[in-house]
């Protein structure tokens, strides 16, 4: 059992207040998800030469102390790199003016035990172990600011309870998901992709679906096709929510076994697993509030 919360605000001055206002609705889903918790938020995107990389120093010998400052000037001697690294603890994001795949290959050849979080224009993602109300606290969720964002609450039923395997998970550019429910063939998609070239990072099967769906949008998928061909690849008990850099996607599975429901405004569009991380945003006795059907689309342009 996890809790999933989303949340995209469509008037742009509601942007700042994004993680004021989903901080409640992470917190709300702890008895669903006390052993970790972590959220993507998206942003203003950066210029079409410059990426963002999130980092997560936590799994190192250092931890916390990690040498982000170091880095920085080891990226510029040994690639020439001029990168910017706001850091806070164990995490940090980096962000240059150059294509990211030398940079995370330079990583992980030097810092295998630097993990990396994500990587795209608009995305930045934090997770970690501990309550919600712990993580959110250590990473300062409610001042972020940001177009839209997807979290999540894990309560671990087939994996450990580690940092990279928390939720969100990522794959390609600006593309997350997390996920409530499981999986029933996720070594079979693994076994199906890995010939594609796709390297997997954690045995849970939360990193399959997401890996496949990047995969199919690599290879040319519009989101609502991709998650079409989801439905018919991907077995098991789920809801899922993704978040692009301009799009909130919602899918529940055939049976529609885990819970979800949507509440929206002029002002959002809010998703939870349940209700009670929902009562507190501003004006929803007003919002129009749903169930999602099972194998249905939902997709919100930011």
Known sequence: MCGIVGLLVKKP???????????????????????????AVFTEPLGEDARKISLYS??????????????????????????????QGNHAILTAAIAPEPVKRWIKERYPKLHILSTG???????DIGTPAEVAARYAFSGLAGSHLVGHTRMATESAVTPDRAHPFTAGEDFCLVHNGSLSNPYGVRRMLEPHGIRFETDNDTEAACRFLEWRLREGDDLETALQKGFEALDGFYTFL?????????????????????????????????????????????????????????VWNA
């Not at 509601?14 to 006390?34: A, C, D, N, S, Y």
Request: hydrophobic share 45%.
């Open 13 to 39: 001055a509601l942007r700042p207040r994004l993680g004021e206002l989903m901080v409640p609705m992470l917190i709300g889903m702890t008895e669903r998800g006390p052993d970790s918790a972590g959220l």
């Open 58 to 87: 936590g799994m190192s010998e250092e931890g916390a102390d990690f040498n982000w400052l170091g880095l920085g000037h080891e990226l510029k001697e040994h690639l020439g790199v001029e990168a910017k690294i706001v850091a």
């Open 121 to 127: 224009r608009s995305i930045d993602l934090y997770k």
């Open 242 to 298: 993704m978040g692009t850099a301009d799009k909130l996607a919602l899918i529940r599975d055939p049976f529609a076994c885990k819970p979800a429901v949507v509440a929206e405004t002029d002002d959002y569009v809010a998703i939870a697993s349940e209700f009670r991380s929902l009562a507190h945003l501003p004006g929803i006795q007003h919002a129009t509030v749903f169930e999602p059907a099972p194998e249905e689309m939902y």
